[in-house]
């Protein structure tokens, strides 16, 4: 059985950073075969992608709002993927999934909240 599980949200101050994992398991290959992706939702707005590590080495971010403040990486050996969030806003407080894209198969986890407050 496929499984992503995400770990590390929780409350950060306006500029405070927050470093998501997400673990997969079950997967035949490992996280090494999937694209892995985080995507996020806010209260009464779709879900946006926030960041893509594709299988074959490449990280790409969407919007253009965390540009230089997230970074996405993956740990072939830990089956696990992170998205680090820095310079942290307000607007970043959403609830981050994780995605893995294996041929024509999507995964979602169950989301991990992310709460950006003084």
């Known amino acids: 059985q496929e499984q992503l599980v995400e770990s590390g949200g929780g409350l950060a101050q306006p500029g405070g950073s927050l470093r998501l994992s997400c673990t997969a398991s079950g997967f035949t290959g490992g996280i090494s075969v999937l694209t892995m992706s985080w995507y996020r939702q806010a209260p009464g707005l779709k879900r946006e992608l926030v960041a893509t590590?594709?299988?074959?080495?490449?990280?790409?971010n969407y919007p253009r709002s965390v540009q230089g403040r997230f970074t996405i990486s993956r740990d072939n050996a830990n089956n696990t993927v992170y998205l680090q969030l820095n310079s942290l806003k307000p607007e970043d407080s959403a609830v981050y999934f994780c995605?893995?894209?294996?041929?024509?198969?999507?995964?979602w986890g169950q989301g991990i909240q992310v709460t950006v407050s003084s």
């Open positions: 590590h594709t299988k074959f080495g490449h990280a790409v």
């Open positions: 995605n893995a894209l294996k041929d024509a198969a999507t995964y």
